[in-house]
């Protein structure tokens, strides 16, 4: 009976503290919810940023909460931007908008996403940066290094700057022949653009765009596009042009050294289209000018030749050598159809020892004989090396002993010299014993004789290869002669043909009118041109 009393008091004591407990959770539901149930709306999980000109376009990424119906941006509490949501189908999305007229710099929003009741999702914080004229006023556009006119396709070709970091491409506005205004894009990687329909002396623009600078994850989707546009001209012409000239070539005459000859002249003329000057330039030892009387210089220009301009040339030759000196009167300028040439020639006479003279006593103190392998001495019988041969004496001689002939001997002249005419004298005494076959060689002084030297022993049977082996040791052949006349102590003298630059002679004998196996004459006669 006690126990039962007991367990009865135990149930009602737990009973009423139930009752108690029930009573304070639902005051605290009551205080939750005294301004009526709070609902929580989804949130925004990411923004994307693109970044325009004084504006953003942001792209929010919602979830699939169907009471989603707007989406509030605030910047210092304040709402900048109000976007309605319009969807179809629930599901997760993104959702773009545009926000304009942002001021330019750094931004801090707070983006909530609002039902139709204006209950408010959590909020997301992000950043952004604004980009306007402050950032556009620093921006240049592509810079132009140079236009010229190419003359081989008749166009304009336009050479570039590299472009600046984070430009994006660049926009070539110009005028056509045809009075029509054109655009074509120039990308980045393009070095030189090619213009082939464009009006002459127009200007052209140049304007760029650029991408902002991008924090990760943002993009642009305006281009920003610089204020500060390039411009250049376009070649003055399109076409070529042909220059007119009323002479073709003027021959001077002769005239003595550091004179200046008479005055010819010539006009020159073009209607065509010219960008520039026109040059005129007289190669050496001819002058030109743009007056009769005076200022002559090697070359001249002209500014404009649509009407006929005078030309004056003359002949100033300050070589002090005796020679035909041959020029040309060049014109030159962008753009000419075929220039034309003018050919000048005109003599000189040097002064002093010039031209061509016989190599003689002021020449004999350089000479010397040289005996090379097989060379035949020539100093038998009272006879002289080479003192004997350029005294300009026919009592003195040089002479070789018995059985030397066929055979030869070496000269070294000191230095190279121009030989224009060999030619030798017999000896007064015996004239009649004058070389009727023989052969004259020369080598140049940048050849050493010794290794020039031949191994092949000269006699009747081996002429042949005596002389090839001469030319491929690197002789020159000036003379080869075989006379039928006896020229006797008068002579006889051999043009050389070509330009013969020699410092070493060889004479060879093969024979002689006398049948003698030995050879004799008085005078070796090199004709040099000592202008050279």
């Given at each position: 009976?006690?126990?039962?009393?007991?367990?009865?008091?135990?149930?009602?004591?737990?009973?009423?503290?139930?009752?108690?407990?029930?009573?304070?959770?639902?005051?605290?539901?009551?205080?939750?919810?005294?301004?009526?149930?709070?609902?929580?709306?989804?949130?925004?999980?990411?923004?994307?940023?693109?970044?325009?000109?004084?504006?953003?376009?942001?792209?929010?990424?919602?979830?699939?909460?169907?009471?989603?119906?707007?989406?509030?941006?605030?910047?210092?509490?304040?709402?900048?931007?109000?976007?309605?949501?319009?969807?179809?189908?629930?599901?997760?999305?993104?959702?773009?908008?545009?926000?304009?007229?942002?001021?330019?710099?750094?931004?801090?929003?707070?983006?909530?996403?609002?039902?139709?009741?204006?209950?408010?999702?959590?909020?997301?914080?992000?950043?952004?940066?604004?980009?306007?004229?402050?950032?556009?006023?620093?921006?240049?556009?592509?810079?132009?290094?140079?236009?010229?006119?190419?003359?081989?396709?008749?166009?304009?070709?336009?050479?570039?700057?590299?472009?600046?970091?984070?430009?994006?491409?660049?926009?070539?506005?110009?005028?056509?022949?045809?009075?029509?205004?054109?655009?074509?894009?120039?990308?980045?990687?393009?070095?030189?653009?090619?213009?082939?329909?464009?009006?002459?002396?127009?200007?052209?623009?140049?304007?760029?765009?650029?991408?902002?600078?991008?924090?990760?994850?943002?993009?642009?989707?305006?281009?920003?596009?610089?204020?500060?546009?390039?411009?250049?001209?376009?070649?003055?012409?399109?076409?070529?042009?042909?220059?007119?000239?009323?002479?073709?070539?003027?021959?001077?005459?002769?005239?003595?050294?550091?004179?200046?000859?008479?005055?010819?002249?010539?006009?020159?003329?073009?209607?065509?289209?010219?960008?520039?000057?026109?040059?005129?330039?007289?190669?050496?030892?001819?002058?030109?000018?743009?007056?009769?009387?005076?200022?002559?210089?090697?070359?001249?220009?002209?500014?404009?030749?649509?009407?006929?301009?005078?030309?004056?040339?003359?002949?100033?030759?300050?070589?002090?050598?005796?020679?035909?000196?041959?020029?040309?009167?060049?014109?030159?300028?962008?753009?000419?159809?075929?220039?034309?040439?003018?050919?000048?020639?005109?003599?000189?006479?040097?002064?002093?020892?010039?031209?061509?003279?016989?190599?003689?006593?002021?020449?004999?103190?350089?000479?010397?004989?040289?005996?090379?392998?097989?060379?035949?001495?020539?100093n038998a019988w009272g006879g002289k090396f080479h003192e004997a041969l350029f005294d300009g004496n026919t009592s003195t001689h040089g002479h070789s002993s018995g059985g030397d002939s066929p055979g030869h001997f070496t000269i070294d002249l000191g230095k190279d010299y121009l030989i224009r005419k060999v030619g030798w004298?017999?000896?007064?005494?015996?004239?009649?014993?004058?070389?009727?076959?023989?052969?004259?060689?020369?080598?140049?002084?940048?050849?050493?004789?010794?290794?020039?030297?031949?191994?092949?022993?000269?006699?009747?049977?081996?002429?042949?290869?005596?002389?090839?082996?001469?030319?491929?040791?690197?002789?020159?052949?000036?003379?080869?002669?075989?006379?039928?006349?006896?020229?006797?102590?008068?002579?006889?003298?051999?043009?050389?043909?070509?330009?013969?630059?020699?410092?070493?002679?060889?004479?060879?004998?093969?024979?002689?009118?006398?049948?003698?196996?030995?050879?004799?004459?008085?005078?070796?006669?090199?004709?040099?041109?000592?202008?050279?």
């Amino acid at each position: 009976m006690k126990k039962s009393i007991i367990k009865n008091i135990a149930i009602v004591c737990a009973f009423s503290m139930m009752l108690f407990s029930c009573e304070d959770q639902d005051d605290t539901y009551k205080d939750l919810v005294k301004n009526g149930e709070k609902i929580i709306v989804g949130v925004t999980s990411k923004v994307i940023v693109g970044v325009g000109v004084d504006k953003l376009k942001l792209g929010a990424i919602i979830t699939s909460d169907p009471k989603i119906k707007k989406i509030v941006v605030s910047e210092e509490g304040e709402t900048v931007y109000t976007f309605d949501v319009n969807r179809t189908e629930t599901k997760l999305d993104t959702m773009y908008f545009t926000i304009s007229g942002l001021s330019e710099g750094i931004h801090d929003f707070k983006l909530k996403n609002l039902d139709n009741q204006g209950n408010e999702s959590l909020p997301l914080e992000f950043s952004a940066t604004v980009y306007g004229d402050k950032y556009i006023a620093n921006l240049s556009s592509r810079k132009v290094t140079g236009v010229s006119f190419n003359t081989t396709n008749l166009s304009a070709e336009i050479s570039w700057k590299t472009a600046a970091n984070r430009m994006k491409e660049s926009t070539l506005t110009y005028t056509t022949v045809e009075d029509v205004e054109k655009s074509i894009l120039i990308g980045n990687d393009e070095t030189t653009t090619v213009v082939s329909d464009f009006k002459p002396s127009s200007t052209f623009k140049v304007v760029s765009s650029y991408w902002p600078p991008l924090k990760e994850g943002q993009t642009s989707f305006e281009d920003f596009w610089s204020l500060n546009p390039t411009s250049a001209d376009f070649p003055v012409c399109n076409t070529l042009a042909t220059v007119e000239v009323s002479a073709t070539s003027f021959d001077f005459g002769q005239l003595m050294a550091n004179e200046n000859s008479p005055v010819q002249s010539f006009t020159i003329e073009s209607s065509d289209c010219i960008d520039g000057a026109i040059s005129i330039d007289a190669t050496s030892s001819f002058e030109v000018s743009l007056t009769a009387d005076g200022g002559f210089t090697s070359s001249v220009s002209f500014d404009d030749i649509s009407v006929a301009k005078s030309v004056y040339v003359r002949f100033s030759p300050s070589t002090n050598k005796n020679q035909i000196l041959n020029g040309v009167v060049n014109i030159s300028g962008i753009g000419l159809n075929v220039p034309p040439t003018i050919n000048l020639t005109g003599e000189e006479i040097g002064n002093s020892k010039s031209g061509l003279h016989i190599i003689g006593a002021d020449e004999a103190g350089d000479i010397t004989t040289i005996v090379l392998p097989n060379d035949a001495l020539y100093n038998a019988w009272g006879g002289k090396f080479h003192e004997a041969l350029f005294d300009g004496n026919t009592s003195t001689h040089g002479h070789s002993s018995g059985g030397d002939s066929p055979g030869h001997f070496t000269i070294d002249l000191g230095k190279d010299y121009l030989i224009r005419k060999v030619g030798w004298k017999n000896r007064a005494g015996s004239p009649q014993n004058g070389q009727n076959r023989y052969q004259i060689w020369g080598l140049s002084g940048s050849i050493d004789p010794n290794t020039a030297a031949t191994t092949i022993v000269l006699s009747g049977a081996t002429e042949g290869d005596w002389s090839k082996e001469m030319g491929m040791k690197g002789w020159t052949s000036m003379v080869d002669a075989s006379l039928t006349e006896n020229p006797g102590s008068t002579g006889i003298t051999h043009d050389v043909s070509g330009y013969v630059y020699v410092r070493y002679i060889r004479v060879a004998i093969f024979d002689n009118f006398g049948g003698n196996n030995y050879f004799n004459f008085s005078e070796l006669e090199l004709t040099a041109d000592f202008d050279q």
